[in-house]
């Protein structure tokens, strides 16, 4: 089976909120290596003037990864995960993401591309808060590979 080219233009429901913790922030940060005060630190946060602590950039793909759950368990998507390689990955930021923000995001299939009989998913996942204001646009490039 190969990914489906009709996918491509396709606009998924948006995700279930996500509340951004704290500790999932310090979690993702120790976990990335990440060392600025800001990720680890309210008062550090707060004095750099942001609302609570921030999170490294990365962290987008927690709630990017809803998404891609969507294109993967799509029926007529085509894509068989045990030969997916993630190819790219890219943020487009508005403002920083910081704990207590309500996340939702919806995701768009961007585009299809068939090279040498392999595929390639270019997904953009658009981040917005409980307010709707964008917060990040993540996009990731999938490469499916094709039968050897």
Do not use: C, W
Not at 33 to 44: G, R, T, W
Not at 50 to 68: K, R
Not at 90 to 108: H, K, M, N, Q, Y
Request: aromatic share 6%; glycine share 6%.
């Amino acid at each position: 089976m190969s990914v489906n080219p009709e996918i491509e233009g396709r606009v998924f429901p948006p995700t279930t909120p996500y509340l951004v913790g704290r500790e999932k922030i310090r979690e993702f940060s120790r976990a990335v290596l990440a060392s600025n005060p800001v990720n680890f630190d309210v008062e550090a946060a707060r004095a750099a003037g942001h609302a609570d602590l921030v999170a490294p950039p990365t962290f987008a793909v927690v709630v990017q990864e809803l998404t891609l759950h969507q294109l993967l368990a799509e029926p007529d998507a085509g894509i068989d995960f045990a030969r997916v390689v993630h190819g790219e990955q890219r943020f487009s930021f508005s403002r920083p993401i910081v704990a207590g923000d309500e996340l939702t995001a919806t995701l768009t299939i961007a585009s299809v591309k068939l090279l040498g009989g392999h595929s390639m998913v270019t997904a953009e996942s658009s981040i917005v808060d409980a307010a709707g204001a964008h917060v990040v646009t993540a996009t990731s490039t999938l490469v499916v590979r094709g039968d050897a």
